[in-house]
């Protein structure tokens, strides 16, 4: 196993912020899906939800979010039931939705933790999901345009979250679980192993400092499982 490619991994995971996801309600254009999912991984989400609009063919997964090995997605049919999961986290739930009690994005703190929830690409956020938010909040627009693409406005919120957070030093020290941790690891450096393992139902090899599994080990296995 390349040095590299271990530190890399294990410094990526260290940077990951479970308490910062986002929220897609009924997001339903493959582009838009993959390029949210994308900005998540940039920022360190680990994981996000999504509410499937009705009659969307495309779920998020896949080739149709392109990100999926690295940012885990969570999809629901009713948007109550996402909004349960994040709420029973402690996370504040961020609308990115004009209205009279919305706030400049830059105003909010996100090193608090956050649920940023955007709506649909035409219709935008939802009567229910609006007030169910804590919070509005809105990229101040001086043209003649008022409304950004809902992958564009994404990125601009979570990059300011992103920002907050690394002036916080919240980046860099490991928030996630020792289990989840190790078994990340082992699945991003090892995606054919893992396969074989989920495919014959097999508990992971041990890898060494340096991430590697024993190639003998790793052959008996093959060998065993073959000869079933």
């Keep these: 196993m390349k040095e590299n490619r271990l530190a890399r ?36 989400i680990g994981e996000v939800h999504a509410v499937r609009a009705e009659g969307n063919i495309h779920r998020c997964s896949g080739t149709a979010m392109g990100s999926d090995r690295w940012v885990k997605a969570n999809q ?4 109550d039931d996402a909004l349960s999961v994040v709420k029973q986290q402690g996370m504040q739930v961020l609308a990115a939705h004009f209205s009279d ?58 990059y300011e979250a992103q920002r907050q957070r690394s002036e916080a030093g919240m980046y860099g020290s490991r928030k996630i679980s020792d289990e989840l941790f190790e078994r990340l690891k082992f699945e991003w450096l090892h995606p054919k192993i893992m396969r074989f393992c989920h495919k014959h139902n097999l508990p992971y090899p041990v890898i060494n400092e340096q991430g590697d599994v024993d190639d003998d080990y790793w052959q008996s296995l093959r060998k065993k499982v073959s000869g079933q």
């Design 101 to 158: 009690r919305a706030v400049d994005f830059r105003s909010v703190d996100y090193t608090r933790p956050t649920c940023l929830l955007l709506g649909a690409e035409k219709e935008g956020v939802s009567d229910a999901a609006a007030e169910a938010a804590d919070h509005h909040v809105l990229i101040p627009m001086l043209g003649m345009v008022q409304s950004l693409n809902v992958s564009v406005a994404s990125s601009i919120i979570l």
């Design 76 to 79: 629901y049919e009713k948007l």
């Design 9 to 44: 991994i294990e410094a990526l995971l260290n940077d990951r912020q479970p308490d910062l996801t986002v929220l897609m309600d009924q997001v339903h254009k493959p582009h838009n899906l993959a390029a949210i999912v994308r900005t998540a991984d940039a920022v360190g």
